[in-house]
């Protein structure tokens, strides 16, 4: 294995936090007397990658997407070509703040999905870290506060610095193996979400009143999810809900309608079970069929009723009792990016 000569940083990101993690080690690579390049991965033909001279470092970054790398990455992961490069894995978790303490996020098995694949191609591993900036997941929750998000900040450059010593100094850095045993734990879990997330979650945004068609959702999409339908943004299932144009949108008009998705639910979790005591006559204790079943509702309802919202929200009274409905609507709910370093940094 050679000595290092120049350190390749592919990264993918939604919201700049995968993005400022590849930044900080590039800082960091270029201060040892390394060149460094930084290759943003929505921007890759996966079909003609090539491989990489054997002393170049490969280092890759991005989110995490229930419990697991987006498909986005893992795509890249797999076209990968062959090699015998080191290469560190790292990944950007929901961090949170408890008074001076970073709460971490959850890697589940990205890491070793992504190993595996990997070290199959011929590379050796020489890292896997996760940093846990500001969670952005939301979906789920307010947009954390300016401090804490300041707070986040300072202490993943920290640790990117502390980290970027070992690895410029080819030494292996397995921070996630302290974790271990909980990602295991949590892998059916995003086993689900690979289904979920596509077909539930992106399907939670939609763009309210506020929207003037100004289409920059539409081009700054890294996966070209969002289309034109009927003079507004419609969301498709190629979405990985990186959260990119909810908190990218100049007038903050896309929302993510979690009521939407509770009503799918609930609807059809009691088709699901109609359908199998009144049509099938088959018991509710058979869960494997009630699950299946529900998952074809789901599926139906979700592509039916989001059609029928897009309709509905071209009038302003039922798009407004949309709006009503969804918490990421009131401003307390707020929006999140990753903020420029002199903005922490004062
Ligand atoms: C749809 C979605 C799913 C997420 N799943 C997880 C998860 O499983 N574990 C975790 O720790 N963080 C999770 N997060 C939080 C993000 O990984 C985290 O905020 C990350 O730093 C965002 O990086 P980015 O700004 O580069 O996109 C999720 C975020 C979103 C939007
Ligand atoms: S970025 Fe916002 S305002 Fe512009 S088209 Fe998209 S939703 Fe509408
Ligand atoms: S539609 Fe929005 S959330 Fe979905 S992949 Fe595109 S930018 Fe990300």
């Known amino acids: 294995m050679h000595t290092i000569t120049e350190v390749i940083i592919f990264y993918f990101s939604g919201t700049g936090n995968a993005k400022q993690i590849a930044t900080w080690f590039a800082e960091f690579a270029e201060k040892k007397g390394f060149d460094c390049k930084l290759v943003n991965i929505q921007n890759i033909d996966t079909k003609t990658i090539s491989s990489y001279a054997s002393d170049k470092l490969l280092m890759i970054i991005s989110p995490v997407h229930g419990f697991n790398y987006p498909k986005i990455t893992l ?3 797999i076209r990968f ?5 080191r290469v560190v ?10 008074g001076k303490w970073v709460t971490p996020g959850i890697s589940g098995i990205s890491f070793y999905i992504a190993s595996l694949i990997i070290k199959i191609k011929g590379y050796k591993i020489q890292g896997m870290i996760p940093f846990d900036m500001p969670s952005n997941w939301l979906t789920l929750h307010p947009a954390l506060k300016l401090k804490s998000v300041k707070l986040l900040h300072k202490v993943n450059y920290d640790r990117v610095e502390k980290h ?4 410029f100094a080819e030494k292996n850095v397995f921070f996630a193996f302290k974790e271990i045993l909980q990602d295991l734990l949590v892998s059916p ?15 939670t945004f939609y763009a309210s009143t506020a929207c003037d068609n100004c289409g920059l959702c539409i081009k700054q999409c890294p996966l070209n999810a969002i289309k034109m339908l009927k003079g507004r943004p419609f969301w498709t299932f190629k979405c990985e809900s990186c959260m990119k144009c909810m908190n990218n949108c100049p007038k903050k008009a896309i929302e993510a309608g979690q009521a939407f998705l509770i009503i799918i639910s609930v609807i059809s979790s009691i088709t699901a079970s109609l359908l199998l005591n009144h049509l099938f006559f088959v018991k509710l204790s058979s869960g494997f069929i009630h699950s299946l ?3 074809l509702v789901f599926f139906l309802f979700i592509v039916v009723f989001y059609r029928l919202q897009h309709l509905l ?14 918490l990421t609507h009131y401003k307390f709910w707020g929006r999140y990016k990753s903020i420029p370093d002199h903005r922490w940094k004062e």
Request: glycine share 12%; no cysteine.
């Open 164 to 167: 970027a010593g070992k690895i």
């Open 89 to 98: 894995l790292m990944n950007t978790r929901a961090g949170m703040r408890i």
């Open 75 to 77: 795509n890249f992961i």
């Open 313 to 326: 929200l071209r009038y302003k009274f039922t798009a407004k009792i949309i709006s009503f409905l969804s």
């Open 81 to 85: 070509p062959k090699g015998n490069n």
């Open 189 to 203: 879990i995003a086993l689900g979400y690979f289904f979920i997330g596509q077909f539930g979650l992106a399907k």
């Open 293 to 295: 079943l529900f998952a």
